[in-house]
């Protein structure tokens, strides 16, 4: 017998209204992990959580906070989509490895060791050199464990994302990123990478942002579903879900600023260039969040099973959230 | 001819107080680099620069607040001491490249890369791999560069220093360590380290902080005095001055406090240990501020001339500030 589909869309940055929300309904998902932060400080943080407090508040018919698998299961009975909260990058807890429980009890279940560049954590991808977990790194990916806020290393660099994987003593994610073999790129991950996040039991989710895409925005549905089922072969369909990067109503400025924070005098273009410096377009068959089932479809239509499918679009993110969003129990 | 001689001490972090105000005038310090902040952030770095503002409007006869040469001079003609601001730490500045310029004009004058663990910038001493200049790093560096923030490496790891150096289109500084050579510690700097800096023009401020010492607390003024002798052979008595490191009146926790921040739930030792956690104690020659001048009658029993002596005491660091403390021209 197997579990009720239940969709999950496992990392959006959406400019959300109230016609994303009941695009969510259109679409059937039962979770959305959202993005309450890139380069916010703790406090800023806290006003983004506050912000999606009062969208929660004022749309009960189709929102909830989630906080437990439980929540999902509740949420997929009423109707409603439960949003989690998380962090793209540890800005939020500072130099406070206290503020990593404090963030938990308000809500954050995902937290990236870094975004793009150095943190004070772990290496970014973007760095010329990798030192793998600093020693408040370290310190903070036990505290995590204990509290049970995920790790992320979808922005991270090879070795920083090894050593995670390592030193952790639960098993890691990376939420929205896409094997280097089948496209390379500087946000795509290694097969050696992918195979350790797996062995250990961590969730990789599929990323639907062009630069992370064979082709661009030109990519496929089917070239899409290919790419999975070789994933699904090399690293098992159950440790795969989907987190789609939608960012749908950004203006242009919100992803200048997510490349270049506070921290730049110069103008960084990320994955994009000064061509093409704004957010890229979506393919024709991923525009939305309301086209979230159209995945499903794709992956019908290369064979994957009912059940497979069920776990990629949801289920597998379900059993996941199910076993690393409580507190670590001493043995 | 020569100037007239001035006393600075680069590097202190005291408890002060009326007392010790006393003793720079007692020990004829015109200027003295004070430490505003380890571990703290731009808010909290505002509140200490509030608390030395304070200081020094209540006592006008002993102290005036360095921004310029040419205020040491001021000082050294009134009988003040010069009160120079410095952070120990780029925590201040945040994840924000534009605080750079807004504690310049708060008074900053110093500032470290990294506090021995690795910060946004750079790679501290204490982490087991180093980078070198992070992306945001680079860039700090070239801020700091333009309004007349001088780096200081002295907490930082070899690459990280030697990439500084290379990186600053102007001469940066140690402020506060001691040459490997004479006494191995973490926090001593190789040879290769302390050519690079004052090739460029660098300064080593000399350390008198046990853990930096050649026997600890059981250090010699004659040995003190030969390892400038040699460092001067090696690097040129023009580049070196003092940078006392006195922490006078601290209680033990806060070093407790520089060792571990809030980034840890471990107790880190730092340069002491368990059986030692605390402040070590003063060589019998360097108990106080008020012991400055025995440095430089060390030095003339060793042979050093008037004019090296007056350079060490404090001339070399008023050379240093007459160039770095403006902002950059362009040319």
Same mark, same amino acid.
């Given at each position: =017998?197997?579990? !009720? &589909?239940?969709?999950?869309? $496992? ?12 695009? =969510? ?18 406090? /800023?943080?806290?006003? $983004? ?17 989630g906080r437990t698998a439980n929540d999902v299961r509740i949420a997929a009975e009423t109707g409603r989509t439960a949003i989690f909260y998380g962090f793209q990058n540890c ?7 206290? %503020? ?11 937290? /990236? ?18 030192? *793998? ?10 505290? =995590? ?7 992320? =290393? ?24 896409? &094997? ?20 250990? +039991? ?10 992370? %895409? !064979? #082709? ?6 089917? #070239? ?11 690293? +098992?369909?159950? $440790?795969?879900?989907?987190? #789609? ?5 950004? &203006? ?14 110069? %103008?960084?273009? *990320? ?8 957010? &890229?377009? /979506? ?22 099973? !009912? ?6 679009? *949801? ?14 129990? !001493?043995?």
């Open positions: =017998m197997t579990e !009720k &589909p239940i969709l999950i869309d $496992n990392l959006q940055y959406a400019n959300y209204s109230p016609a994303l929300f009941d695009e =969510m309904a259109e679409a059937g998902l039962s979770a959305v992990h959202v993005t309450i932060c890139y380069h916010e400080n703790f406090r /800023q943080t806290v006003e $983004n959580m506050i912000s999606w407090n009062r969208h929660i508040e004022a749309h009960p018919d189709r929102l909830m906070h800005a939020p807890i500072e130099d406070d490895i206290g %503020l990593i429980e404090i963030v938990y009890q308000l809500g954050a279940r995902f937290m /990236q060791l870094t975004y793009n560049n150095q943190s004070l954590l772990a290496t970014g991808c973007y760095e010329e050199d990798d030192t *793998g977990l600093t020693r408040f790194g370290v310190q903070a990916v036990a505290e =995590m464990n204990r509290v049970g806020l995920v790790i992320d =290393m979808s922005h991270s660099a090879e070795r920083s994302t090894l050593e995670a994987i390592d030193v952790s003593s639960r098993p890691i994610t990376i939420t929205h990123a896409n &094997p280097d073999w089948w496209h390379p790129a500087r946000r795509n991950k290694s097969d050696a990478v992918l195979r350790a996040l797996t062995d250990r +039991g961590g969730m990789l989710g599929f990323s639907l942002y062009p630069h992370h %895409l !064979k #082709s661009g925005s030109d990519c496929t549905l089917a #070239s899409f579903c290919e790419m999975i089922a070789e994933a699904a072969s090399r690293y +098992g369909a159950e $440790n795969l879900g989907i987190g #789609s990067d939608l960012c749908t109503d950004q &203006p242009d400025k919100v992803v200048e600023w997510m490349r270049n924070g506070r921290w730049s005098r110069q %103008l960084d273009f *990320g994955e994009g260039s000064a061509d093409n410096p704004g957010f &890229p377009e /979506q393919p024709d068959w991923f525009r939305s969040i309301r086209d979230f089932p159209n995945i499903g479809a794709g992956l019908a239509d290369i064979g994957f099973s !009912k059940d497979e499918i069920n776990g990629l679009m *949801g289920l597998n993110w379900l059993r996941f959230y199910e076993h690393n969003f409580t507190p670590a129990v !001493k043995s």
